[in-house]
Each structure stands twice: as structure tokens, then as C-alpha cells.
């Protein structure tokens, strides 16, 4: 799972992507308003962490323009102002969680877990299916039904087919896969996206499915029967 953290205070940012590295989840961090907006409206987050005192563009601001969007990821509130009138405004906007500077940081982990294990989020399902695939997300071991063969797939593998079975039947570009895959601020050129998804494909013939990831010219990939 991916989890942005906008927050100016960078020593504060660090510590809190650092604690959630350790809790493997994917982090990418923004330390200004606009920075955070953008990469926020880029959907690949299921979590925000969002200080309400930012440069550029409040928390606030951008938690409104998240919700006209209708974003899926939750909202996670982080500011050093306690008033009541704050917390309720940001909840009449949308917020899921408000935590109080200063904070332990384990509290904070916790209220980022309830929030991702929340009903209703498909990524929190011990399995994803599609079509003859099965997707164990506990142990990253992918079975094909119609003939209970099964394979154990590698992490960076594992997000992808993760990202597909999420997003099936989607066209998904190139981009969005890098952003959601690798991260934000990841140099495109650097990671080679199709020997990934050669050694997917094959993972997946090997086990007898019908399913494939097809290329769509000039717009990016496709999981599909």
C-alpha cells in the first residue's frame, strides 16, 4: 500500500516515512501545499497524512480539492492546532482521522492502520481474483483455479499484478504504473517496466491461466482475459 505524507516540517516528515518504511508500506513525501495537491490528485495513494499549516496551500485546501475529486484514499489530519472548531471543520470536510501535535509516533501507526484495514477497501482482502487468478496479498503466492497450480511472486512483481488485479480490465498508462509502482519521483527511464511485466507474464503461463497483460498502443497495459 502507498502512503503520502505532506508535511513541511521535513525532520518530522522523515521520521514518520522512515517508521512507515519500516511497517512496509510504500511512502512518498511532499513538504509544501502544492507539492502535496498535485501528488495527491494523482490517485495512486490509499493513505494521506495532511498538516493543516502548509506553505502554499493549507490542509485544508487541499483536503476539500481531494473530496471534489472523490478520491478514495483516507485522510489522516496532522496539526499542531487542538481547537475543537479546527478538528470539526476538517471532518465536516472529509478528514477520516485528526491527530494533535506533539503526537507519539506509535499512535500515529495505529490510526494509520485502523484507517487501512477499514471495511470496504478490496486492498484489505487476504486474496484478489480475477478471472482463473488468485492473489494470496498475505503471502504473494499467485494460484490459477483451473488447475490449482500456484507460484510465489517477488515484491516488485507482486505490486504490479497487485496494481492489474486492482485495476482490471482499465488501461492503465505508463506513468500511472511508475507513480503507483516504484513512487512518485521515480526517473521513468531508470526502472525497466517491461522486463517486470515479461517476467509476470511469464509467471502466469507458467501456471496455466487465461489471463494476460496486453500492451494498448501509445496508452499503456491491460489485464484481460
Given at each position: 500500500m502507498r502512503i503520502l505524507?505532506?508535511?513541511?516540517?521535513?525532520?518530522?516528515?522523515?521520521?514518520?516515512?522512515t517508521k512507515l518504511r519500516t511497517l512496509k508500506y510504500e511512502v512518498d513525501?511532499?513538504?509544501?501545499?502544492?507539492?502535496?495537491?498535485?501528488?495527491?490528485?494523482?490517485?495512486?495513494?490509499d493513505l494521506i497524512i495532511l498538516d493543516i499549516m502548509l506553505p502554499k496551500m493549507?490542509?485544508?485546501e487541499i483536503l476539500k480539492k481531494i473530496k471534489e475529486q472523490d478520491l478514495s484514499a483516507k485522510v489522516i489530519l496532522l496539526t499542531a492546532k487542538s481547537e475543537l472548531e479546527d478538528k470539526l471543520k476538517g471532518f465536516d470536510i472529509g478528514a477520516d482521522d485528526y491527530v494533535t501535535?506533539?503526537?507519539h509516533i506509535e499512535e500515529l501507526m495505529a490510526r494509520v492502520?485502523?484507517?487501512l484495514r477499514s471495511t470496504g477497501s478490496p486492498k484489505q482482502k487476504d486474496t484478489l481474483e480475477y478471472s482463473d487468478l488468485s492473489l494470496n496479498l498475505r503471502t504473494s503466492l499467485l494460484t490459477c483455479k483451473n488447475t490449482n497450480e500456484s507460484i510465489s511472486i517477488p515484491y516488485r512483481e507482486f505490486l504490479l499484478l497487485e496494481y492489474f488485479m486492482n485495476n482490471k480490465k482499465?488501461?492503465?498508462s505508463k506513468e500511472q504504473i511508475y507513480d503507483k509502482v516504484w513512487?512518485?519521483?521515480t526517473d521513468y527511464e531508470s526502472n525497466n517496466l517491461e522486463a517486470y511485466l515479461s517476467f509476470l507474464r511469464k509467471k502466469i503461463r507458467i501456471i496455466g491461466s487465461k489471463v494476460t497483460i496486453k500492451?494498448?498502443?501509445?496508452?499503456?497495459?491491460?489485464?484481460?482475459e
Open positions: 505524507v505532506v508535511e513541511d516540517e521535513e525532520t518530522l516528515a522523515d521520521v514518520i516515512a513525501t511532499s513538504f509544501n501545499g502544492e507539492d502535496g495537491l498535485y501528488n495527491a490528485l494523482s490517485n495512486i495513494y493549507n490542509g485544508f501535535k506533539p503526537f492502520n485502523v484507517q482499465q488501461i492503465i513512487g512518485i519521483d500492451a494498448v498502443r501509445n496508452l499503456g497495459y491491460k489485464m484481460e
